[in-house]
């Protein structure tokens, strides 16, 4: 009986209500890519609010801090990537990987690395891995922890031979390798 509740929950109100939350986000979506961040913050804001915990709730939260972050409301918008529970390959890396970008906006450098470093083994991929090994091989080198920055930058040169910094990638390992020696 139980899982027959289960199976009658999830046909006809979950999935129902997950459709419902990604046809209506589209307008703060629209708002966001036309640069209209106001409008945007506004749309999305009751979105995130009455689809919390659907996909299209959890997009326009994902897409609200990131408006939130262009108005430089730092702390709010990682409120809000706190609250963002995706599971797509990029999004989910993203989400983490922006919260690394609030905290460096905030000058916790230290956090910030540790947010980076976590969101470069989300689903491991050429893309955002090598981006935020980078992120938190700089956060790393401003809480003069050369050993770290040195340890990401390897790890680009390494496994992401086809990142865009992996041409200058040398320069950064022997200016974090120079540093650990002084």
Same mark, same amino acid.
């Given at each position: 009986? %139980? $899982?027959?509740?289960? +199976?009658?929950?999830?046909? #006809?109100?979950?999935?129902?209500?997950? /459709?419902?939350?990604?046809?209506?986000?589209?307008?703060?979506?629209?708002?966001?890519?036309?640069?209209?961040?106001? %409008?945007?913050?506004?749309?999305?804001?009751?979105? $995130?609010?009455?689809?919390?915990?659907?996909?299209?709730?959890?997009?326009? @939260? +994902?897409?609200?801090?990131?408006?939130?972050?262009?108005? &430089?409301? #730092?702390?709010?918008?990682?409120?809000?990537?706190?609250? $963002? /529970?995706?599971?797509?390959?990029?999004?989910?890396?993203?989400?983490?990987?922006?919260?690394?970008? !609030?905290?460096?906006?905030? /000058?916790?450098?230290?956090?910030?690395?540790?947010?980076?470093?976590?969101?470069?083994?989300?689903?491991?991929?050429?893309?955002?891995?090598?981006?935020? %090994?980078?992120?938190? &091989?700089? !956060?790393?080198?401003?809480?003069?922890? +050369? @050993?770290?920055?040195?340890? !990401?930058?390897?790890?680009?040169?390494?496994?992401?031979?086809?990142?865009? @910094?992996?041409?200058?990638?040398?320069?950064?390992?022997?200016?974090?390798?120079?540093?650990?020696?002084?």
């Amino acid at each position: 009986m %139980l $899982v027959l509740g289960y +199976f009658a929950y999830r046909q #006809f109100i979950y999935l129902p209500a997950n /459709e419902e939350s990604t046809k209506h986000n589209y307008i703060g979506l629209n708002y966001a890519a036309a640069d209209s961040t106001d %409008l945007a913050i506004d749309e999305l804001k009751a979105q $995130v609010k009455k689809y919390d915990g659907k996909i299209g709730g959890e997009v326009s @939260q +994902f897409v609200y801090a990131r408006q939130l972050m262009e108005k &430089g409301e #730092f702390k709010n918008a990682l409120k809000e990537l706190e609250g $963002v /529970e995706l599971n797509d390959t990029y999004t989910a890396a993203m989400s983490v990987g922006l919260q690394g970008d !609030c905290k460096s906006e905030l /000058e916790d450098y230290e956090a910030a690395a540790k947010l980076y470093l976590e969101a470069a083994d989300i689903n491991p991929n050429d893309m955002t891995s090598p981006m935020y %090994l980078m992120k938190a &091989g700089l !956060c790393a080198e401003e809480i003069k922890d +050369f @050993q770290t920055a040195t340890d !990401c930058y390897q790890r680009i040169k390494d496994d992401y031979t086809a990142y865009a @910094q992996a041409k200058v990638i040398d320069k950064y390992i022997a200016r974090a390798k120079n540093k650990i020696t002084e």
